[in-house]
């Protein structure tokens, strides 16, 4: 089992660029989340989702887009890259939603927007 | 809204000695979950210890354990014969009642000297 994988690892943009961070999970679960960390911070919930078809906005939502069309991927899309982005991203996935179901977390993409 | 603070930016420990991590959190729920991550240098998140607010027991996990005072809202971890892989930035956090999002602390950097 692979997890929770991430790509890329690091990526620099240009302001007003945009691009697409990759998340895939081998371990069929249903619920998917995407979490910015910045520096010195603890991690803040951009978007989720409970399925393929379904997400919803987390606490910091502005500026990001993200679709989940199968249960494996739920890439999430910046249309318009601000250095307010720069950050490092991390994908996330549970079985379930609740305590008791853990998160597992891919590696973390850091991005800088310059 | 929930609320996640830690008072220590840093702490530092000799090698096999005790360290507690401090943690105050806010919530008007009454069953919820509170959870410390580990972030290695490698950067990936690791749950390390989680506590189900209506059990009073307090959870343990090897040399990990928390002291839990719901009345206060206090979580704090204490890590025993601490080793130099437990250098890392240490982060409590809540999830909600929802269970779709953790809120996190801003994190403890831990240093354990030889």
Redesign the interface.
């Known amino acids: 089992n692979a997890g929770v994988t991430q790509t890329p690892k690091f990526r620099i943009l240009k302001i007003g660029q945009s691009m697409t961070l990759q998340c895939t999970q081998d371990m069929n679960h249903n ?1 998917m ?1 995407w ?1 910015r960390q910045d520096p ?6 951009i978007y ?1 989702s ?1 399925g393929a078809g379904i997400t ?1 906005k ?2 910091v939502p502005n500026g990001y887009n993200v679709s989940r069309s199968t249960t494996e991927d739920f890439p999430l899309r910046l249309e318009l890259a601000a250095p307010s982005q720069t950050s ?1 991203y ?1 994908c ?1 996935s549970s079985f ?8 597992y ?1 891919g ?2 993409t850091r991005l800088t927007v310059t | 809204a929930q609320t ?1 603070t830690q008072s220590q ?1 840093e702490m530092s420990v000799q090698e096999a000695e005790t360290v507690t991590l401090s943690c105050t959190y806010d919530t008007s729920e009454n069953n ?2 509170l ?1 410390w991550y580990k972030q290695p240098p ?4 690791i ?1 390390v210890i ?1 506590q ?1 607010a209506y059990k009073q027991q307090n959870a343990t996990e090897n040399r990990f354990s928390v002291n839990f005072q719901k009345a206060a809202k206090s979580f704090s971890l204490k890590i025993s014969d601490s080793q130099l892989g437990d250098t890392a930035m240490y ?1 409590c ?1 809540q ?1 909600n009642n ?10 403890t950097r831990l240093m354990v000297k030889p």
Do not use: C, H, W
């Open positions: 619920y989340y979490y010195g911070m603890g991690l803040k919930l989720y409970v919803d987390g606490e490092v991390f996330a379930r939603t609740g305590g008791k179901n853990e998160q977390f590696p973390g | 996640v930016p919820y979950y959870f490698s950067r990936q998140m749950l989680r189900e982060f956090a999830i929802a269970g779709n999002m953790l809120t996190f602390g801003g994190g």
